[in-house]
C-alpha cells in the first residue's frame, strides 16, 4: 500500500468539499460558494460578513467589490497572494436579520503572512440594498 495519506498537505487550497473558510460547519460547497458564484445572497449581515471573509480565503475579488456599498466601494481591489487566511471569530452583531435594514459586525480575521501568525480585528457596519446585504464601512475603534 502506498502511503499517500502522509504526504505533506499542500497548504490553504479551497475546493468545494473543504469545509468552509468561514468557520461554518459546512463545505464551502453548501456554505458561502453559493453566494459567491450569484446563486443565493446571503439572508443575514453576519452571513455576508462570513462570505465577504471566505471571497478573500478563495480571492475572489469580484464578490468582494460587489457586496461593498456603492458610496464606499474601491475602484480595485489587490489581494495580498502570500496571504492566507486562516480563521475567523465572530465576536458579536447587532440587527442584520432579514427584518433589519442595517446591521454590525464584530469579528476578528485570522491570517498568516510569510509564515508569521496575524490578526486583524473589525467592527463592520452593513446595510440592506435593493434587498441584499452589503458592506458600508467599519465604526471607529472604541
Ligand atoms: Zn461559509
Excluded at 14 to 29: N, Q
Aim: charged share 20%.
Amino acid at each position: 500500500m502506498s502511503k499517500q495519506k502522509n504526504k505533506p498537505r499542500r497548504p490553504a487550497a479551497v475546493t468545494p468539499a473543504s469545509p468552509c473558510p468561514c468557520g461554518r460547519a459546512e463545505t464551502y460547497r453548501d456554505c458561502c460558494a453559493p453566494f459567491h458564484q450569484g446563486h443565493a445572497t446571503a439572508p443575514t449581515a453576519e452571513r455576508l460578513m462570513r462570505s465577504r471573509y471566505s471571497a478573500f480565503a478563495v480571492g475572489d475579488t469580484g464578490y468582494l467589490l460587489r457586496t461593498w456599498h456603492p458610496t464606499t466601494r474601491p475602484a480595485g481591489l489587490d489581494l495580498e497572494p502570500a496571504q492566507r487566511w486562516t480563521g475567523l471569530d465572530i465576536l458579536g452583531a447587532t440587527g442584520g436579520s432579514a427584518f433589519h435594514a442595517e446591521g454590525t459586525v464584530e469579528f476578528r480575521a485570522h491570517y498568516s503572512l510569510h509564515g508569521q501568525a496575524d490578526s486583524q480585528y473589525e467592527h463592520s457596519r452593513f446595510v440592506r440594498e435593493g434587498g441584499q446585504w452589503v458592506y458600508l464601512d467599519a465604526l471607529p475603534s472604541a
